[in-house]
C-alpha cells in the first residue's frame, strides 16, 4: 500500500492510500481520486515527506517544506477517504445502473410477485424477467421452494 498527499486544483490538500502507484494513476485517470473539501476530480501528488526506517526499526520522517494550510470548509466523518468516498459512488452508480436495467428489461409484476414466480418455476407459464414486491417472509418461502431470486437495491436517492 502506498500514501499519497494530494493537491485539487484548488490547492487543497489531503491523504489516500493506494495499492500501487499504477492503481494510483487508474484511478486518478477514471475521475475517481476526488478531493474530500470541494468534490474536484483534478487531483494531483502534493509534496511529501519521505518515510525513512532506521536500523532500530523506528520510522523517522522528513520534515516536509511548510504548506500553507487550506481553511477549513467541510468535516470530514473519521475513517473516510476520498479514495473510499470515491469507490463509494462508483459502487452506487452501478448499482443504479442494474436497477435501471431490471426496471427496463423486466416486467413490474408489483404485489403479484411470487405467485408470478411461482407461476413460472412449476412451468404454468412462460418464463420471464419480472421483478416485483415480496414480504421477507415470502422470499424465504420462494427460496425454499428452490425459486431463484434476489432483493434488488434501495439506494438513498430512489427515496428523494
Not at 520534515?63 to 473516510?80: D, F, K, L, R, Y
Request: hydrophobic fraction near 35%.
Amino acid at each position: 500500500m502506498i500514501r499519497y498527499a494530494l493537491r485539487c486544483e484548488r490547492d487543497h490538500t489531503f491523504e489516500s492510500w493506494f495499492q500501487s502507484s499504477s492503481a494510483y494513476e487508474s484511478q486518478v485517470k477514471r475521475k475517481l481520486v476526488e478531493c474530500p473539501t470541494c468534490g474536484s476530480t483534478k487531483v494531483e501528488k502534493a509534496i511529501m515527506a519521505p518515510r525513512i526506517v532506521s536500523k532500530k526499526g523506528r520510522e523517522v520522517a522528513v520534515e516536509p517544506p511548510p504548506a500553507v494550510p487550506a481553511p477549513a470548509q467541510e468535516v470530514i466523518p473519521p475513517g473516510s477517504t476520498a479514495l473510499m468516498m470515491a469507490q463509494e459512488r462508483e459502487l452506487r452508480a452501478k448499482l443504479k445502473e442494474l436497477r435501471d436495467h431490471i426496471v427496463k428489461n423486466a416486467d413490474d409484476v408489483g404485489e403479484r410477485f411470487p405467485t408470478e414466480a411461482r407461476k413460472m418455476h412449476y412451468g404454468e407459464t412462460e418464463h420471464r424477467p419480472i421483478y416485483g414486491e415480496a414480504s421477507l417472509d415470502e422470499a424465504r418461502e420462494l427460496i425454499e421452494e428452490g425459486i431463484e431470486v434476489a432483493p434488488i437495491p434501495v439506494l438513498p436517492d430512489d427515496r428523494n
